[in-house]
């Protein structure tokens, strides 16, 4: 069970997807298919670790077009094959806590329509930091992420 959405400190998304929740599934713990998807253009997803199990490792590397370089270290929580992947990166791999926690990512893939309800819930630990990720455009970006999802999952 996900519980309430807090708007004090959650951030919401929802897509419906054409495809079916075993794709959508394997293009998030797939890392060379997560590359091709999880960072907006014209950043890119340069490496990517996913262990989908309770305490695996969830690592992404994003690169922008001048050469930036923004390593996400975070833990899986939760997988539910083709269901529900929640991951943080308020632990490492083996649930070690991390130096600078920053926010929690709750993924259902639900049938619907002949295709998947794609929704993303991402929870902060203040209102500050929720109000961070809005202002560094969580909307736009992780919109943008979620229909290059779509694109790559409706052609696989």
């Avoid at 897509?15 to 293009?27: G, V």
């Avoid at 926690?101 to 639900?110: K, N, Q, R, V």
Wanted: aromatic residues 10%.
């Amino acid at each position: 069970m996900t519980p309430a959405i807090n708007p004090e400190v959650d951030l919401t998304l929802t897509r419906q997807i054409k495809a079916s929740p075993a794709t959508l599934w394997k293009c998030f713990i797939t890392p060379e298919l997560l590359c091709e998807w999880f960072v907006p253009a014209p950043w890119k997803c340069a490496d990517a670790v996913i262990e989908p199990h309770p305490g695996g490792r969830f690592f992404s590397l994003f690169k922008g077009p001048e050469g930036e370089e923004m390593a996400n270290e975070g833990a899986v929580l939760l997988a539910e094959p083709e269901h529900r992947l929640v991951f943080t990166d308020f632990f490492k791999a083996g649930f070690v806590p991390n130096e600078t926690p920053f926010m929690l990512a709750d993924i259902t893939l639900t049938p619907k329509d002949g295709g998947t309800e794609y929704k993303a819930i991402v929870r902060h630990r203040t209102p500050e930091d929720c109000q961070k990720h809005a202002d560094m455009g969580f909307d736009q970006g992780w919109g943008a992420a979620a229909d290059q999802l779509a694109t790559l999952a409706e052609n696989l």
